[in-house]
């Protein structure tokens, strides 16, 4: 949780302020922009260390951005504006979706005793009070499931035919997703949803405006009521998300209003998406890209291919996937000798001895694991001059503590790239570990 003291929580409360006046008024192109904008500044503010679905807000959020340039001149900036955004947003999710799956071909997501979907299975079997089954057969189905809802779901979204049943099988699969209380899947599998309700032809939205009453019966549903429950319900959330900031305790409550917000929103989505097997599909031309918006499409497809580029091993949407990269080798099916290593990194490595730094000490001294000599360099400039670290490198024993003169100083990489860039441990385990 982000504190109000820090660049994060401004940055934070400045998103969650222009959330609030789009829900005021939902039709707003302007105001949509400026959360936007708001909300890539946010991410870019807490980079490196960003979770995927917030990576993924914000290359969407550059879309909506580089969408409100394309056709200045037209009669109708707003209808321009959505006809290039939508492409450009639905691409994401289809590459978001392709890079997962891909990234869970490996020899140790298929074993039941280091995959993480088992673990969070385990999770949501405890969520719900421990009455699902758990046996060898059932974690052996829910590996395979995952893997053909994961790998079908960028087809599907391909053709037209078949957007309402990907759309539909996504929603379901991330419902089952956010019932995981521990790791709190929720916020993932409510960035995935918004974006798969995308792909649903426009007639859906139609009949959504019409028939909303019908299906809620007396509950105030016409624009301005609605707006005024959302607002109320995000409010309230942000209010909580401040205190739990200031006060870490109320973290546990925290994250069972966010568990029962979703299981409502879920259930709405679900009701609301079953009448578009009945519609007119979306027609093809909503995959045709605009220059400016393919941008940042581009950006998401760089973001996915990193760690094969060795750019970097984390939040390249290969999260909790088992996968393990290295410079030469990889537990990957098909790509068994790793990535092409670019900048070098994943061969530069280090053995942490011993480190002031408890997160540092317990991931690497502790674990065996090693580190990428950026990797040190990184931690280094991000904990400023308290750290202190023992480590060998090449077969010789640095320790780094600021103002300290080694024959060889601890390298601090280039701002940019501490910003951009981020890596796993190296080293056998590490594949066992359920990281985003």
Known sequence: MWKLTSLAGLTGACTAGCAIAVLMRPGCVKRLGWLS??????????LP???????????????????????RRSD???????????????????LVYAFAFFSKLNADFLNPDHSCSIAFYGNIRDTLGGW????????????RITLIVEGALPFLLLWGRTRAIAVLLGLTFHVALGLDVVKLF?????????????????????????????????IPTNGPELSKICVAVFTLLIAFAILVGQFPALFFAYKWALFVTWCVVAVV????????????????RALRLRAWPAFAVALVMLNGLSPWLGLK?????????????EAGYSNHFLLPNGGLDLLGHLEDTVRIIGSSDRDLHETHAESGLNATYFSLGQTAAARGPVIEIVYE?????????????????????????????????IGDGVERQCIW
């Not at 109708?76 to 289809?94: C, H, S």
């Not at 699902?132 to 590996?143: E, F, K, Q, R, Y």
């Not at 032809?201 to 019966?217: A, H, I």
């Open 37 to 46: 904008l708001s909300l890539s500044g946010f991410v870019a503010v807490e």
């Open 49 to 71: 260390e960003v979770p995927n679905h917030r990576l993924v807000l914000a290359f969407v959020s550059l879309a909506f951005v580089f969408s409100l340039g394309v056709d």
């Open 76 to 94: 109708n900036r707003e209808e321009t504006t959505w006809n290039a955004f939508f492409p450009a947003a639905r691409w994401t999710a289809i």
């Open 132 to 143: 699902l089954p758990a046996n060898d057969g059932v974690h052996s189905a829910i590996i």
């Open 186 to 218: 929720s916020n993932f599998s409510a960035v995935m949803s918004a974006l798969l309700v995308l792909f649903l032809p426009t007639t859906f939205f139609d009949s959504w405006s019409t028939g909303k009453r019908k299906l809620f019966g007396r």
């Open 269 to 284: 989505l679900l009701t609301a998406v079953i009448p578009s097997f009945f519609m007119t599909q979306t027609p093809e």
């Open 313 to 325: 091993t984390r939040t390249a949407f290969n999260m909790y996937s088992n996968l393990r990269v």
């Open 393 to 425: 490198r090449d077969g010789r024993r640095f320790q780094y503590f600021p103002g300290r003169n080694d024959p060889e100083p601890l390298k601090i990489p280039p701002w940019i790239l501490r910003k951009l860039l981020l890596y796993r441990p």
